[in-house]
């Protein structure tokens, strides 16, 4: 139908033109908070622009996996919310279409931002990961920016630490210089002091050349007499020196080697081929580490022969006296003996310790290759999820804009990455399995998602706010306060002659009821659990009080309205039991921490019901009042 596939243009245009401002908005900051990570290794290195704009534009392609979930829950929960608050999708609705047909459009969308999530972690993500973590391994070697400050020991320099008390930026020269140099040890320090000098680069940036003016050098030298207390030094003074220091401050790229075992700068099938080869060599370290038991049980059994059983052997073992054995022979035999059996135990721990460390960490590198594996579905997968989220919940929620929407997002991202990033490190630390794990935020979050998509198709009340605020009004025991204002139009005045006795008998039968029920003192427990429900007495009462007001609101009358949002809004239920169905009232009655709780806020509901009572009986006094001194007088 051609108005359908209008509706479906407006409903992609729409959708298209918010995710593509979320999805940048959430990819900027991503890229700050990686930035804010290594923002150390950036800083005072003097790096060149093209450096930079490598590191961001390499940085930004492995972020686009992980932007693509939160630009896709923002957008939808806007989209959604704004067609709520503009009434659109009531007007949809009424129109006869569901919410799963105005969904459709955007499904296949979604779905294709799925794929593009998979192609950039399996295609665009392992090469930028490998460029990204060369960059920052080279910017992590490279020497720091040569800006010696004033008044601060500098320690940039490897095996030197500098300070200048002034520095002339215009001419370079430093004054009151210190230079302490360790790159021979701290034993072999030697300690420059100066009044000026200077400090230059060599051309081919590999080395610091320092001229100094007036100044001493102090140098330890090593003592031929090892038992010598004082420690030799030689002392120069110059006029001149003249200095070389190593210092290398070109940007080198290092080789790109290093990555090709890291499991994030592989595509699916290298991963799973570097899974397989690393299962097959746990699996020779166990079938080696099985026939190294074998022969020595072998060893074992031979050498238990010779007394023609293992059981005959062990029990001649036994039969011997070790310490007599050991007392017999001479100390130098027995510490050789001791020795022997210390080396021999030492060795097998050693070779044990290797072989485990091996497995083990070849086993963290096969989960961690897996946990990646399944991530590069999951992590695409969520898309989708979040879509099934966002849409239904701002069709439910109905606010637009960047306010509402965004409280939500963070707070449905936050969720998720708690639960994602605690199955990835159950899964890592071989917890769990790595499909268990890394399927753990979809398992959570994937029945939320088609919950709110049946509830909101369905038009469901339960997850409708004002529900939820009407209840939570009601435990809190909120209520609204009386607004009477004056009625442009009325077509039927009060009966002033017959108010004032009726307001009378309604006060009369509060006192009565107020006399027979002391609502001040508390209740009693057992009673309160197990009594009568209703109390038909009160329900009379504020039925007919609001029939009054409702009747006197129609008065012309200022001095009358105004006293009418005098009367309280009184809640008739509130002061019995809190549920209506009578076991689960016993129960919480039995359960004394839940019952204590009730019961105390029932004896506060039923304190404000004789304060309110009393308060209608007040307000009819006055009510009263006027009517007779200011309405039936007048007329």
């Not at 949809?92 to 105005?102: E, R, T």
């Not at 090593?222 to 010598?228: G, I, P, T, V, Y």
């Not at 022969?305 to 022979?329: G, T």
């Not at 966002?390 to 708690?418: D, H, Q």
Request: charged residues 20%.
């Amino acid at each position: 139908m051609p108005h359908l596939k209008k509706l479906d243009i407006f409903i992609l245009k729409s959708f298209s033109l918010l995710f593509a401002g979320t999805f940048f908005i959430c990819l900027f900051i991503f890229e700050m908070q990686f930035l804010w990570r290594y923002v150390d290794d950036l800083v005072g290195k003097g790096l060149t622009v093209d450096v930079l704009a490598q590191f961001f534009f390499y940085a930004s392609l492995t972020l686009v996996p992980a932007s693509l979930p939160l630009a896709v829950l923002l957008a939808s929960l806007i989209t959604f919310g704004n067609f709520g608050e503009r009434f659109e999708l009531i007007a949809m609705k009424a129109a006869g279409i569901s919410l799963m047909q105005i969904m459709r459009p955007l499904i296949v969308m979604v779905a294709l931002v799925c794929g593009l999530s998979f192609f950039f972690q399996n295609v665009i993500g392992p090469k930028a990961q490998t460029k990204l973590w060369t960059l920052l391994i080279s910017m992590r070697q490279k020497s720091p920016e040569l800006d010696i400050p004033e008044k601060v020991f500098y320690d940039q320099i490897d095996g030197y630490n500098l300070y200048v008390e002034k520095k002339d930026r215009n001419t370079g020269m430093l004054y009151n210089v210190m230079i302490y140099n360790f790159a021979n040890g701290f034993d072999n320090a030697q300690i420059i002091r100066a009044d000026s000098g200077r400090l230059e680069m060599t051309e081919d940036k590999q080395h610091l050349y320092l001229h100094l003016y007036s100044g001493e050098q102090f140098e330890n030298l090593q003592s031929q007499n090892m038992k010598q207390q004082n420690v030799p030094y030689r002392r120069e003074s110059f006029s001149v020196k003249h200095a070389l220091i190593e210092f290398n401050a070109n940007f080198n790229m290092v080789d790109e080697g290093f990555m090709t075992s890291q499991s994030n700068s592989k595509d699916m099938a290298m991963l799973q081929a570097s899974i397989d080869s690393m299962s097959v060599v746990v699996d020779s370290m166990g079938t080696a580490n099985y026939i190294n038991n074998v022969k020595t049980a072998y060893r074992i059994h031979q050498e238990s022969r010779a007394e023609d059983s293992l059981k005959v052997h062990e029990a001649n073992v036994l039969a011997y006296d070790v310490d007599s054995i050991m007392n017999a022979m001479s100390p130098t035999d027995r510490q050789r003996q001791l020795n022997s059996m210390l080396n021999s135990a030492n060795s097998q721990l050693s070779d044990w310790n290797m072989r485990t460390l091996n497995i083990s960490q070849t086993s963290y590198s096969i989960r961690r290759h897996r946990t990646a594996w399944h991530e590069k579905i999951t992590l695409s997968l969520a898309c989708m999820v979040f879509f099934f989220i966002g849409a239904p919940l701002g069709g439910i929620i109905r606010k637009g804009g960047l306010g509402m929407p965004v409280v939500i997002s963070v707070l449905i991202f936050i969720f998720y990455y708690i639960v994602n990033n605690t199955g990835y490190k159950l899964a890592r630390d071989g917890n769990w399995l790595a499909w268990e794990g890394m399927w753990l935020s979809t398992a959570v979050l994937a029945p939320i998602g088609v919950y709110l998509t049946y509830k909101s198709n369905n038009d469901s009340v339960a997850l409708n706010i004002e529900t939820y605020k009407e209840l939570l009004k009601r435990l809190l025991g909120m209520r609204a306060e009386r607004n009477i204002t004056r009625k442009d139009v009325v077509i039927l005045d009060p009966d002033y002659v017959t108010l004032p006795q009726a307001l009378q008998n309604l006060s009369d039968r509060i006192m009565n009821y107020t006399s027979r029920h002391d609502l001040k003192r508390p209740a009693n427990y057992m009673k309160m659990w197990g009594g009568g429900q209703q109390d038909d007495e009160i329900d009379y009462i504020n039925e007919l009080l609001e029939m009054m007001i409702v009747d006197m609101a129609n008065s012309r009358n200022n001095y009358l309205l105004q006293a009418l949002n005098n009367y309280p809004v009184m809640l008739p239920h509130a002061h019995l039991r809190p549920f209506k169905n009578k076991w689960l009232n016993i129960a919480c009655g039995v359960v004394l921490p839940v019952g204590l709780i009730l019961y105390f806020r029932s004896w506060a509901f039923r304190v404000r019901l004789a304060n309110d009572l009393e308060r209608v009986v007040q307000t009819n006094k006055e009510v009263i009042t006027i009517i007779k001194t200011r309405i039936l007088t007048d007329n």
